[in-house]
């Protein structure tokens, strides 16, 4: 499977010039599965509105899927029906958008609005097992645990790490303690109250890496990943970074 990992620039709060470049990347990048970071939609505003998965505004991402015969993850904050709002991972395709994930630890001021997601999700995609984490999940080592014991066989991470965290250590953890390839895409430059500092990329399971973007927005770096069983054993071959 072809797996794209894109920093696009964000616009506060702006859920349709978002989703228009969402769209665009989607288009361009070629892969099966592509990747954004953490509230990617909607920037690191934490007053931004929740994000419905019916929202009219998230058409030109269903589109460019359903041209591209394409996946993307991307982030936003959500409302369920109960009222309780929760750092979300939506799945978008060409039939429409689900709530794939609930981010499960979050960071003070997160907290004081959010809720954390109560369940370890594992998302099948063309014979892969996708493990799906969002920014604080990946800082935790028993987060990719239960993950990959949950059946995954390949962690996603999107985040929005700061140009001074340890985010490549961190990869190579993750990969390594758990003998599986990582995938990241991390914001790059300024969204809300924080820089992003880019570098998604790729781990194999034994750490190295594959293939990494750099620190700007606009980058997508695009990775084959092998499936079924030889996952484990070959993890990643490169498709090389651009700008899009």
């Known amino acids: 499977m072809r797996i794209a990992v894109a920093q696009p620039p964000v616009v506060a709060y702006d859920v349709a010039a978002n989703a228009a470049t969402h769209a665009r990347v989607v288009r361009t990048a070629g892969a099966r599965l592509v990747v954004f970071p ?8 934490l007053d931004a509105p929740p994000v419905d998965p019916g929202d009219s505004r998230l058409a030109p991402i269903v589109a ?3 041209d591209a015969g394409a996946y993307a993850l991307a982030g936003a904050p959500v409302r369920e029906a109960e009222g309780s709002e929760h750092i ?24 004081d ?6 369940e370890h999700v594992v998302l099948p995609l063309d014979g892969l097992r996708l493990g799906l984490a969002i920014c604080r ?21 999107t985040t929005l790490n700061s140009p001074e965290d ?21 914001g790059a430059g300024p969204d809300g109250p924080l820089v992003g500092a880019g570098g998604s990329g790729f781990w194999r399971p034994d ?4 293939a990494q973007a750099g620190p700007g927005p606009g980058e997508v770096v695009v990775a084959e990943l092998p499936a079924g069983r030889q996952v484990s054993s070959r993890g990643f071959s490169s498709e090389g970074s651009s700008r899009r």
């Open 64 to 66: 460019a899927c359903a």
């Open 207 to 210: 750490g190295s890496v594959i």
């Open 88 to 111: 979300a991972l939506l799945l978008v395709d060409g039939s429409g958008v689900t709530v794939a994930y609930r981010k499960i630890h979050l960071h003070p001021p997160e907290d």
């Open 113 to 118: 609005r959010f809720a954390p997601g109560g």
């Open 137 to 157: 999940d990946a800082s935790i080592p028993e987060h990719a645990a239960a993950t990959v014991a949950a059946g995954a066989e390949v962690y996603v991470a």
């Open 166 to 186: 340890p985010r490549d250590e961190r990869m190579v953890g993750r990969a390594t303690a758990n003998g599986v390839p990582v995938v990241l895409s991390c």
């Open 38 to 45: 953490e509230l990617s939609l909607t920037g690191y505003n």
